[in-house]
């Protein structure tokens, strides 16, 4: 039986998602690199290093040193900060309100696997830094996702087994870490898959519906 629920951030929580790619594609386009909303897809869940090192690759004449970087990460996490600075409780996607209360009258544990650093300062802004358990730190990881790593340190802070909880991520990334880690995943606005595929796919929060979802998870055992 589910007894916790592990959600990403970024785009499953809020739609930061949008806001990460309008700050990558400033970069990009100051490279003279375009960048859109589909090629997009394969930055979501990745980060913020690996993320300018795919961009990077589409200019393969262009050379960095570390410095340059470093400045190039500075400078969107800065615009990003910009674009989120307005974020409040209104933000948070419709459906997820009712999911996180539904999950709370339910006795599910919550928790936050997000690569992003700035998640503590998100969450704060939507009103939410109470709302869950466990936020777990990206910075205490070894691994990246797609690795499982950060949804197992999730089961694990909330002290249940990995098949006991549901992840739920807008980005191929992070599906295929869910499943890795032995994790029923629900899959949010994810256009195609590869491998990895998820056990539920709804186009939109908005259709998240928690008893649904586990009336559909159980009629798969
Ligand atoms: C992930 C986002 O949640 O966090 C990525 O999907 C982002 O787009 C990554 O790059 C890192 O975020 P931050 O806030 O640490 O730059
Ligand atoms: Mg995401």
Redesign the pocket.
């Known amino acids: 039986t589910i007894k916790g629920l592990v959600f990403?951030?970024?785009?499953v929580i809020t739609d930061?998602?949008e806001r990460?790619?309008l700050a990558w594609q400033r970069i990009a386009d100051g490279l003279g690199i375009s960048i859109d909303r589909e090629w997009n897809e394969r930055?979501?869940?990745?980060?913020?290093t690996e993320?300018l090192e795919l961009i990077l690759a589409e200019a393969p004449t262009l050379i960095l040193d570390a410095a340059g970087k470093t400045q190039l990460l500075d400078e969107?996490?800065a615009h990003?900060l910009e674009l989120i600075a307005e974020i409040t409780a209104a933000d948070i996607l419709p459906g997820i309100p009712e999911l996180l209360e539904a999950a709370k009258e339910g006795g599910c544990r919550m928790a936050i696997a997000?690569?992003?650093?700035?998640?503590p300062i998100i969450l704060a802004r939507l009103g939410l830094s109470d709302t869950f358990d466990s936020v777990i730190d990206?910075d205490a990881l070894t691994h990246n996702k797609p690795h499982p790593e950060i949804f197992e340190k999730a089961a694990q802070a909330l002290g249940l087994r990995a098949d006991e909880c549901i992840g739920f991520e807008d980005?191929l990334a992070g599906i295929e870490g869910i499943k890795r880690a032995g994790m029923p995943a629900v899959a949010i606005g994810i256009p195609t898959f590869g491998q990895w595929i998820p056990d539920i796919e709804v186009d939109a929060t908005r259709e998240l519906d928690l008893k649904k979802i586990f009336s559909q998870l159980a009629m798969k055992e």
């Open positions: 990403d951030l970024d785009g930061t998602a990460h790619f930055l979501k869940g990745i980060s913020r993320s969107k996490n990003y997000s690569a992003s650093k700035n998640a990206p980005s």
